[in-house]
């Protein structure tokens, strides 16, 4: 490979625009676009420059070794945690930023051990200085480095420093510098600096409110994977997935009676159907076992007067205030030939037809 399309590989990596690249290097776009498109290539004594700026040696900008730069660093982190001791870590990850002196993955590792220090230190003077050379780390990587990712890792790392040093502002205007995509580090960032400052009131109130919208997310993630997975014919992992379902389906039943009964059922239904695609005859009577009992929960949750989740489950969500989360309720139920399917599988089993018996008469 040549050393254009070494650095075309090495600036998409980090998802910078040549314009951005260019104005670190201080040479124009143009000259960028050329070097990518092996019309020239960059001047000797910029070599130096560009590796640094990657975080690579001058050896893989040439293309040798192109796995050199990821595998060292995977030794350094590993070697690092297998010290056990943070003052240890300090030193392994400070040699090998004197190796990749640009490594957003090694300041931000540095960074966390010397935020270690500060909880661990008796000298306040070192502590300090631990915090302010983290800070001054993490701030390197927010500045210099174009991979989203690392940046929001040096972000998410700004707001532990600061919420553990009282410094709360900042710490929520690190919050808001992460970028959309990366929602867990915002969310754990706001509970985090909320927990640090002890609001209480204003922590449970967040939690409540995300906790829902979180659960939920899941919820109609695995919905729509489990769904899919059946259409086309993959029924195991289907039912794997459903399993996993049907445990965050129940994660509020504490104290909260049947939660979300419509989902359960679907999802109960859904992993019968798996079982019986895969002719697991056991294991497709055990769903249903969980199933039939559901239907007879429909009319009671139809009847609650509140469908907002802190009048239905209290115990969770007596302080989310908010009032789009809402419970989702069936208010009656036929099965018609929604259980044909099973029928003509089951036959005359006495174990099945006892269960149907029992539960829909």
Not at 50 to 60: H, L
Not at 144 to 151: A, E, H, I, P, Y
Not at 268 to 275: G, S
Request: aromatic share 12%; proline share 2%; net charge negative.
């Amino acid at each position: 490979m040549s050393i254009g399309t070494n650095i075309y590989t090495l600036r998409k990596s980090r998802k910078i625009t040549q314009g951005q690249l260019a104005e670190k290097l201080g040479v124009s776009e143009q000259a960028v676009s050329k070097w990518e498109n092996d019309q020239c290539a960059p001047d000797v004594s910029l070599f130096p420059v560009i590796a640094e700026y990657f975080g690579v040696s001058i050896d893989r900008l040439f293309g040798y070794h192109m796995n050199s730069y990821a595998d060292e660093v995977k030794k350094i982190l590993k070697e690092a945690d297998e010290s056990m001791d943070t003052y240890k870590e300090i030193a392994v990850f400070t040699k090998g930023l004197e190796k990749f002196p640009n490594s957003p993955e090694l300041k931000i590792a540095l960074a966390f051990s010397l935020s270690m220090v500060n909880r661990i230190s008796e000298d306040e003077k070192e502590r300090r200085e631990a915090v302010d050379k983290a800070v001054r780390l993490c701030q390197e990587v927010t500045d210099s480095c174009g991979d989203t990712k690392q940046v929001d890792s040096a972000l998410n790392m700004l707001v532990r420093i600061y919420g553990e040093t009282g410094e709360y502002k900042k710490a929520y205007a690190a919050i808001e510098k992460m970028s959309g995509e990366n929602y867990f580090f915002r969310v754990i960032g706001i509970a985090r600096t909320l927990g640090y400052e002890h609001d209480d009131t204003e922590l449970q109130k967040y939690t409540e409110s995300n906790l829902f919208w979180c659960w939920l997310a899941m919820d109609l993630n695995l919905e729509v994977l489990t769904s899919r997975l059946a259409e086309i014919g993959k029924y195991e992992e289907a039912a794997a997935f459903n399993r996993a379902h049907l445990k965050l389906l129940s994660v509020f039943d504490d104290g909260c009676g049947n939660f979300y009964t419509t989902h359960k059922f679907f999802a109960c239904f859904q992993l019968a159907h798996n079982y019986r695609k895969l002719g697991r005859r056991e294991d497709c009577l055990e769903a249903l076992g969980m199933l039939f009992p559901l239907i007879g929960q429909f009319e009671t949750v139809a009847a609650s007067p509140d469908y907002h989740i802190s009048a239905r489950n209290p115990l969770y969500f007596s302080h989310t205030g908010d009032e789009d989360a809402c419970e989702e309720y069936m208010s009656g139920f036929s099965c018609g030939t929604m259980f044909s399917a099973f029928d003509t599988f089951f036959g005359k089993d006495p174990d099945y037809l006892r269960l149907k018996e029992e539960y829909l008469g």
